[in-house]
């Protein structure tokens, strides 16, 4: 497609103005207006008599004008208060057939007059209401279109009809007929980026059918099958941008296994002594898992994999033996976490595990006021837990060779690819406990490799969830006394720290003190996140160390904190929080051997999506099918953020919808960038590549 890739403005009818509007549309060059696609349809198809208009409703009716009729007022026309701008007027033209007649009125459009001189036959598309006199019907800016009787091809109306996003100052007819215009003079230019084995393997039609049929789609077309996605053409665009991406990954992750790295080889010292010393044995998901690690660590390419776990699965374990690995020969390592908080958990931990072994750990966090800078420096600390403040440029690391990050769909792609900065080409491995969808990870992660821990460790009792609407208080109150009273330990997490006025949550001060009043005799303690770090450090500790019966939170808990002997979790205004966020706050429970519950306390009426939520999770502890509910619920888009994410944003392929199409695509993506990888035998799928993901990775080093 090349002729197709000159600017917009040289189409004709479209001048600066419109050039600037559509660029705000992302729309630069003619290729850009011919990949705009409709999201959605309307069928202007069935024509109506007018009198069987019904108000309402869309409709489209054939007929002939009768008289154009054009009102025009000054400023203060009373009668066009609130219509904006000078010179007002309507414009009324009155169509009938055979049945009747119909009024259509278009608001400060003056030169439409012109067009519609009597006698013409137009179709008009709209919907009708009772006009405010009497009980004619009349259309306000319906969409119009002339039957010229030439057998000149209908945009508008009389058909069905795209629709496209617009932008204020561009209406959704102007931009029809400038996508109109672009495909009469340029589809014919239009080169396909797809390899033909690859399209005809996979049954789609070529590009420029496919682009001609989802804009203007040929009679016959089933609106319904538009508007579900579900036309081949359509299906063909969205196996195109899924293929895009997936190729991008293929030479993102063809450039990874080509680089030298380090090869980890020891005796495995420090690691077994860990073993040894643990009071459990891994899981067999747990040895598999490390397995693969293990393997990564050996070779002489750096390791890029992605680790996946439900909550509570035992990653931290399989973390600190790659870590070990790592130490043991030579090298620093780093572990990284999303929160102050839970580096601090991380930190805790590992101490406790590796407490008896020959390795330095240091924290190193925004807020620690010594920072361990020096030690880091000269190679002392062996493993270093920390923030993010350990990407900042002044942690320079002396011999760092691993880094794993947890959590990490906070951080960005292109945060991992600082990380690799810090060290020569370190081994990085990913953490997370938010288990997405396979087409999802193939997306987001599909330039690593991938881990899943598919197996608790033995012994856990899922949590028993109930929901508990606020009329039900009483009862939440006596489930937390009972379960203090038999020597568990409760988190009550609220939305918020303090109450404000923007608000009307209940916030975890407030909640602390109804509760300290509520059980005198027990120990309830407050953490929140803007607690100095040294006293959260405290706080947890306590809790940890069962000195604390209820411990009032928000959200700092979410991810990571683990003590066993909590059995009770009580999540206040849970109607407020997303999915993945209510699964991570209640695997802070369910840890040890003690059966524990999960009440979630919801105010006001719910809505429809507040409601799955919930019931989705009374239902289910299993992420994994949570993850696919809230991608259900909320979307792909919204769900993975890929704004942040540091890949392309996709426009056309919609996870949920077109799911199936992930796997095809990212094998034949795959397979193509094995055979070619620079490939040198698609030059048009090259530059197509180079554009879908510019400013989001340099994909090709040359040319
Ligand atoms: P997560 O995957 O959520 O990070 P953790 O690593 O925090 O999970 O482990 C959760 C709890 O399970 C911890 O208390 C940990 O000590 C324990 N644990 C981990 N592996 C095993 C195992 N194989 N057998 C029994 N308990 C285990
Ligand atoms: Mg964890």
């Avoid at 103005?17 to 069935?46: C, H, M, T």
């Avoid at 701008?85 to 009155?94: F, N, Y």
């Avoid at 925004?366 to 350990?390: F, K, M, N, Q, Y």
Wanted: some cysteine; proline content about 6%.
């Amino acid at each position: 497609m090349n002729e197709p890739g000159i600017r917009i403005q040289y189409l004709r009818g479209v001048g600066p103005r419109k050039a600037a509007l559509l660029e705000r549309l992302g729309i630069r060059s003619i290729r850009d207006a011919l990949q705009y696609l409709p999201f959605r349809y309307e069928d202007r198809g069935v024509l109506r008599k007018i009198r069987d208009l019904r108000a309402g409703e869309l409709q489209s009716v054939e007929g002939r004008v009768v008289s154009a009729e054009l009102i025009e007022r000054g400023r203060r026309g009373s009668l066009f208060r609130g219509v904006r701008g000078g010179g007002l007027s309507i414009l009324e033209v009155s169509v009938s057939d055979a049945t009747g007649a119909v009024k259509a009125k278009w608001f400060n459009q003056p030169y439409l007059k012109k067009r519609f001189p009597r006698g013409a036959r137009v179709v008009l598309s709209g919907t009708p209401r009772t006009s405010r006199y009497g009980s004619s019907l009349e259309m306000e800016n319906p969409d119009y279109e002339h039957l010229s009787g030439d057998g000149s091809p209908l945009v508008h109306a009389a058909r069905v009809v795209p629709v496209y996003r617009v932008t204020e100052g561009l209406s959704a007819r102007q931009l029809r007929s400038i996508v109109f215009q672009a495909l009469e003079g340029h589809l014919r230019d239009v080169a396909d980026p797809l390899p033909e084995d690859v399209r005809l393997r996979q049954g789609l039609p070529p590009l420029a059918e496919s682009l001609r049929n989802i804009h203007f789609p040929p009679p016959g077309t089933g609106i319904g099958e538009l508007n579900a996605w579900r036309t081949p053409w359509q299906r063909r665009m969205a196996f195109e941008e899924l293929f895009l991406f997936e190729a991008g990954l293929a030479v993102m992750r063809r450039e990874l296994t080509r680089e030298r790295g380090l090869a980890f080889r020891s005796d495995g010292g420090l690691r077994e002594r860990l073993l040894r010393s643990l009071p459990f044995a891994l899981t067999p998901a747990q040895r598999r898992v490390s397995g693969e690690i293990s393997a990564d660590m050996e070779s002489p390419h750096p390791m890029h994999r992605l680790l996946q776990g439900d909550v509570g699965s035992g990653k931290t374990v399989v973390a600190l033996l790659a870590l070990l690995r790592a130490v043991e020969c030579g090298y620093q390592a780093a572990l990284m976490a999303p929160t102050e908080i839970l580096a601090e958990q991380h930190y805790l931990t590992l101490k406790r595990l590796a407490g008896g072994l020959p390795v330095r750990i240091v924290l190193l966090t925004g807020g620690t006021a010594e920072r361990p800078l020096t030690a880091i420096a000269s190679g002392e600390a062996d493993l270093v837990v920390g923030t993010h403040a350990v990407l900042e440029e002044k942690v320079v690391f002396g011999k760092l060779g691993l880094v794993v990050i947890d959590e990490q769909h906070r951080f960005g792609v292109r945060q991992r690819a600082v990380m690799r900065l810090k060290g020569e080409r370190p081994d990085v491995l990913i953490m997370t406990a938010t288990p997405i969808p396979r087409t999802l990870s193939l997306t987001l992660y599909g330039d690593l490799d991938y881990s899943v821990i598919d197996e608790l460790p033995p012994g856990r009792t899922p949590v028993a969830t109930e929901l508990c609407p606020e009329a039900g208080k009483a009862r939440l109150f006596e489930a937390i006394g009972e379960e203090v009273r038999r020597g568990g330990q409760a988190y009550v997490v609220y939305p918020v720290i303090e109450e404000s006025e923007k608000t009307d949550l209940r916030s975890a001060e407030v909640g602390y003190e109804g509760l300290l009043g509520k059980f005198p005799a027990m120990r309830v303690a407050l953490i929140h996140g803007r607690l100095p770090a040294a006293e959260k450090e405290e706080v947890m500790g306590r809790f940890k160390a069962g000195e604390i019966d209820i411990l009032v939170t928000t959200t700092v808990i979410e991810v990571g904190v683990d003590v066993p002997n909590a059995s009770l979790m009580v999540i206040v205004h849970a109607e407020r929080f997303g999915l993945a966020q209510l699964h991570q706050l209640r695997g802070r429970v369910g840890r040890g051997r003690r059966a524990s519950r999960c009440i979630l306390l919801h105010y006001g009426a719910l809505s429809e999506a507040a409601r799955r939520r919930l019931e989705a999770m009374r239902r289910s502890t299993d992420g994994f099918a949570l993850a696919q509910e809230d991608l259900a619920i909320r979307g792909p888009g919204e769900f993975l953020g890929t704004r942040q994410s540091g890949v392309p944003e996709l426009r056309v392929a919609d996870l949920l919808r077109d799911g199936p199409l992930v796997e095809p695509a990212r094998r034949e993506a795959f397979a193509l960038v094995a055979r070619d990888p620079e490939l040198d035998a698609s030059p048009l799928l090259r530059e197509a590549l180079q554009r879908f993901w510019r400013g989001k990775m340099e994909l090709f080093k040359t040319g």
